[in-house]
Nanobody
């Protein structure tokens, strides 16, 4: 069983930055991902990193603005979000157990951290 706890959400104006963190209860997790869900919308994959494979993948909507990273011990996951837009407003979730941006692959989820971007 893997427990995930997100932090770092908040309110920011458009064009600003936030850095999300996710603490995992175990180490040596391979792939970890960020998802988000806005009110009235389906959950969508934002970014996934797989250090052992040397791969990262981003949703088209965040490419060039968001950067996902994982620490060497694979205990922490980060999402650096720059040039934020109002449409980035959502609850952001950390997940593990999968390897792409499809949420059905993931078995373990955090409770989420809210990001609100005002125009």
């Amino acid at each position: 069983q893997v427990q995930l706890v997100e932090s770092g959400g908040g309110s920011v104006q458009a064009g600003g930055s936030l850095r999300l963190s996710c603490a995992a209860s175990v180490t040596n997790i391979n792939c970890m991902a960020w998802f988000r869900q806005a009110p009235g919308k389906e959950r969508e994959g934002v970014a996934v990193v797989c250090p052992r494979l040397g791969t990262t993948q981003y949703a088209d909507s965040v490419k060039g603005r968001f950067t996902i990273s994982q620490d060497n011990a694979n205990h922490m996951l980060f999402l650096q979000m720059d040039k934020l837009k109002p449409e980035d407003t959502a609850m952001y979730y950390c997940a593990s157990g999968g390897w792409t941006l499809h949420d059905y692959e993931y078995s373990f989820w955090g409770r989420g951290t809210q990001v609100t971007v005002s125009s």
